[in-house]
């Protein structure tokens, strides 16, 4: 099958404004705004660059969780992105705002996973089975697009727009919380900045879980155990400065902290 151009001149252009920290235009100016497929092929690429560099996948991320969002994007259901191991910062740890493009930040519950889940139409008993445990979650996303000017091919491409993540230390199993009422509370610099609670992702992290593991599936890329899934965001999205500290409570899960250094 011969690549199309247009695939390969996005991923290059991601690339590029990564590696040089320089955000881009938009990439919908060369793929359009609505082919899903093909900017998920642009992902793939850039994927397989960070292969080639030797970086590993360890889990992946579920994005646009809240129907606002969606709206705003004129889509009606999530996308995802990979985890590399690059991307994990230590709970309490520091991480440099050099390495960060336009960076956001949001608190969510993460899975890590004890089961392959091959089904293509899983049962949410077959997805609550395959969890090992739960924790709680920083995620710091970022845009390779100059100012967030995004449709939702331009995030598709540029890995649901991830960045880097922290998970919490507290492991719980999934009925020692209540995923779907559990507040969430994230502080920067110990304001309140932002606030919500488990209905906010998809009406419940699982259903988020559940999309994931059929699209993975489906594509004959099932989740693997030992993977950890960012499930989406729990409240709204709060901008980060450089010397901000962030701290995310969820209720069951403890604190979530990293701090933003020169």
Known sequence: MVEDPKIRQSANQLLLASQSKTPCPPVRSIIGETDQKVAYEVQNLITANRLQKGFKIIGKKIGLTSEKVQQQLGVNQPDYGMLFDDMQIPNGGTLSFKKLMQPKAEAEIAFVLKNQINSTNPSMKE????????????EIVGSRIVNWDIK????IADNASASHFVLGDVKKQLNDIDIIGCEMQLFKNNQLVSEGCGSACLGSPLVALQWLAKKMSSLESPLHP??????????PMVEVQENDNLIATIDGLGEVNVNFIK
């Open 152 to 155: 939702i091919t331009d995030t």
């Open 226 to 235: 030992g993977d950890i899934i960012l499930s989406g965001a729990l409240g």
């Open 127 to 138: 997805v609550i089975e395959a969890v090992d445990y739960i924790v709680g979650a920083i």
